[in-house]
Every structure is written in C-alpha cells, then in structure tokens.
C-alpha cells in the first residue's frame, strides 16, 4: 500500500503495543458471535499491521474482516496494554480510502446528506410529506433507492416523523441565571428527535441556565470520520469549532453520547489549540445535570420497571456508565434495571446497521430478547443511533415499549 512514511510509523506504532494477549476477545461482539479470530480486536489487529509492512495485499476477504468490525471500542475499554485500537482503525480505514477512493456509493450519498444540513431538511420534509399524505409505504421503495440510496432506511425512520421546529437562538433561564450553556443540536436528531432537545432545554433551564443554540452548527462528523473520509470530518470539526467559538467558556451540552464521543476527539483528530479548547468545554447532558444541580427539582414517583441501554459511546470513549443510573434515581420509585448484554453493541454502530444488516440484526436481536424478558415498559438510551435501531427492531416485533432518553423520562415526571 502506499501509505505515507509518518502515517504508517504512527499507525505500526499503535498496532506493535498489542502484546497479542486477547483479553478483549470475550468483549468484542463480532467474535463472541463468529469464533473467528480474523473477527476478533488481535486478529484485525494483526491483519492491519501485515497491510502496512505490505506482507498482505488489501484483499475482499481483509477488507471484510475491517469493514465488520463495529468501531465499538469494547476492545480499547478492556485492553490492559492501553492499545489505542480505535485511533488505529479509523487511521487505515483513511488509508484505504486514500489508496482506493470512496468505493460505497450508497455510503457517499448517506455522509454528503449528513454532511449538508439543507439536503438533509430537504429529504425530511418529502418524507414527511409522504407519510402525512399516506403514500409514504408507496414511495417508500423509491425514496430510499434514489433520494437517500440506502435499502433498510425507510425501517429505521419513526412512523411518523414529527414537525420540524426552528430553534430560538437563546432560553432564558427561569428564575435567576446561574450560568450559560451552548447546545449541540446534531443532525439526525434535529429531525427526528426533537423532544429530547426540548427537553434537555426543559431541564436545563429549570436548573437556572440559559441555554443558547448555535445557528451555524451542523453534523459532528463521526461517521465521516470512521468512514476515513477525512476532508469530510474535518471540515465539519472546524465548521463546529467555529460556531460554538462566541463564548469561550461556555460549556457545549449534547444529547446524543454518538456525537458527544466525536465532540470530545476534535482535540486529537485536529491537533490545533482550538480543538483542544472545544473538546475540553463538552459534556454530555445527563452527566451536566447532575453536576450542576438538577437534585433540586422535584419528580413523580413511577412505579415501573425501567431498563438502561448503555450505547458503547457512553461505556467505551466517554466512560459514563452509571451516569443514567444515577440520573433516573432521582425519580421516587422507579426500579432501574440494566439491560442485560449492555457490555455489547445494539448493532446500530453509526452506519453499520444499514451496512452490515445481518450482524447488526443479530446483535439488535440479543437486545429485543433481553427487553422481553425484562418485562419493562420503558427502555432509556442516551444516543440517538441507538435508539432509533432499537425502536425499529421492537416496532418489527410488535412489542409495546417506548423507547427515550433518560431525560425525557425525568421531563414527564417533572413537577413544574
Ligand atoms: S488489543 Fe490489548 S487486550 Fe487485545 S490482544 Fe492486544 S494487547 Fe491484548
Ligand atoms: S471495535 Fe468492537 S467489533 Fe471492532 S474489534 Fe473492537 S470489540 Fe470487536
């Protein structure tokens, strides 16, 4: 591979620290469900460092072996060498991309959509238009083959997906103003999950912040990124770092743990002083409130089961795990119950789920059997991704559970 000299040494850099010992192999969904070691975190790994001392060409059967791994990072998280595999992946799948072009073209559509927020209104609005005027199952096919090009869309999308709101640029703070926060709206979520940016508003100003919403912010860039396309992801990093630059001490809220593990890697991926001083002003929404005072508001008791889905984001980069635990206790008796297999990917993984359906249904089924068994009514997911692809699969199944973000949950229990 042509690969230049400083990007290959940083990258064998990486992959020589793994001493090959594979304690992450318990913890990495594609293995435990293929026993395959070319599946598992050490023989990627392996696969990946004789690619870049040209002992392997980078065949369809390697390139396999890449493309099905999740980018969930369980790995990194059990690693006792500290292997950075994540850096490594994302790092030769740039590699790739440079030596052989963007070779999806599904995959282009999908990240120039996210890219450009116009485009990405506009084919909600049609899709909108569709279900509101009932064609939406007869154009659903063509929608999905020639406006978003991605086959298992359609199943992903609410039933419904609800009217567009434009945001304020500023919420005050009710009562007096303890401070100020930047939210971070996202992409995706700006369309279909509006509710949980209203309530994170809901939350956060009833804790005494004003929050004020950046017009020129867009995607975060994640999926751009793990997807090696690197202009991409890093003319959206600047394009944040720009718009979130008014105030410089502002903290920058997100709602979605997807986004917010990307936010918090600017500082790596653009290794500019600037990127280093948004990175360190992001913090998820759960995690803000409860440090800054959301125990003084008063809740309903619910007298449910809930389940916490743990999104890999939350576990494995921002390494919050008790945080939606510690958040839903302030609702009198509520019993929260950890999904069980929380330590493995939904399946949903950025892209993956449209990209490497049968897996990711497997992975998505693990979930929809644990919540069955579960009982609860209710599951909670701080990510929008997640969410979303859960939602799909207990919708496909005709099982009766709502699923939202914690802090939805403490917005219906809310006593105002
Ligand atoms: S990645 Fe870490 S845990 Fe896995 S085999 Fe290498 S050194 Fe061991
Ligand atoms: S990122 Fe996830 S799927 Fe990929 S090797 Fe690591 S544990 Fe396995």
């Known amino acids: 591979m042509n690969i230049p000299l400083n990007k290959k040494a940083a990258l064998l850099q990486i992959s020589d620290q793994c001493v090959m010992c594979g304690m992450c192999a318990p913890h990495c969904p594609t293995y435990t469900k293929h026993h395959n070691e070319a599946e598992s975190p050490r023989g990627r790994i392996a696969l990946i460092s004789a690619l870049l001392q040209d002992k392997l060409p980078l065949s369809d059967q390697l390139k396999q072996h890449l493309d099905s791994c999740l980018s969930c990072r369980a790995c990194e998280a059990s690693c006792p060498s500290g292997v950075k595999y994540g850096e490594l992946l994302d790092g030769i799948r740039a590699v790739q991309r440079a030596e052989e072009g963007a070779s999806n073209p599904a995959k282009e559509r999908l990240l120039k959509t996210l890219a450009s927020g116009k485009t990405l209104r506009n084919s909600a609005k049609l899709i909108r238009l569709a279900q509101r005027s009932g064609t939406y199952a007869l154009l659903s096919k063509g929608i999905e083959r020639f406006i978003i090009e991605q086959p298992h869309i359609s199943e992903l999308l609410?039933?419904?997906?609800?009217?567009?709101?434009?945001?304020?640029?500023?919420?005050?703070?009710?009562?007096?103003?303890?401070?100020?926060?930047?939210?971070?709206?996202?992409?995706?979520?700006?369309?279909?999950?509006?509710?949980?940016?209203?309530?994170?508003?809901?939350?956060?100003?009833?804790?005494?912040?004003?929050?004020?919403?950046?017009?020129?912010?867009?995607?975060?860039?994640?999926?751009?990124?793990?997807?090696?396309?690197?202009?991409?992801?890093?003319?959206?990093?600047?394009?944040?770092?720009?718009?979130?630059?008014?105030?410089?001490?502002?903290?920058?809220?997100?709602?979605?743990?997807?986004?917010?593990?990307?936010l918090m890697e600017y500082r790596q991926q653009l290794n500019t002083p600037k990127a280093n001083q948004f990175s360190i002003k992001v913090d998820e929404i759960s995690h803000f409130l409860l440090s800054n005072g959301i125990q003084k508001l008063t809740f309903e008791p619910l007298n449910k089961p809930v389940s916490i889905h743990l999104p890999c984001t939350q576990r494995n980069v921002l390494k919050q795990s008790a945080t939606p635990f510690e958040l839903l206790e302030l609702i009198p008796s509520l019993k929260s119950t950890p999904l069980a297999g929380n330590n493995h990917c939904c399946g949903a993984a950025g892209s993956y789920m449209l990209?490497?359906?049968?897996?990711?249904?497997?992975?998505?089924?693990?979930?929809?059997?644990?919540?069955?068994?579960?009982?609860?009514?209710?599951?909670?997911?701080?990510?929008?991704g997640c969410a979303m692809y859960l939602a799909a699969g207990i919708r496909q199944q005709g099982l009766s559970v709502d699923v939202i973000h914690p802090i939805s949950l403490l917005v219906r229990q809310l006593i105002h």
Not at 177 to 183: A, C, Q, W
Not at 356 to 381: C, E, G, N, T
């Open 355 to 384: 990209e490497q359906p049968q897996m990711a249904q497997q992975l998505r089924q693990d979930k929809l059997d644990a919540l069955q068994q579960s009982q609860s009514q209710i599951v909670v997911s701080s990510n929008i």
């Open 158 to 262: 609410p039933v419904q997906l609800p009217a567009r709101k434009n945001w304020d640029k500023q919420y005050p703070a009710i009562g007096e103003e303890r401070g100020r926060i930047s939210l971070f709206t996202g992409c995706v979520a700006d369309i279909c999950d509006q509710n949980t940016l209203q309530d994170a508003i809901t939350l956060l100003t009833h804790i005494g912040f004003r929050v004020d919403i950046p017009t020129q912010q867009g995607c975060c860039g994640a999926l751009h990124h793990h997807a090696g396309d690197t202009a991409s992801s890093q003319q959206l990093a600047e394009a944040n770092i720009e718009a979130f630059s008014d105030d410089e001490d502002q903290p920058i809220i997100h709602c979605a743990t997807g986004c917010g593990a990307h």
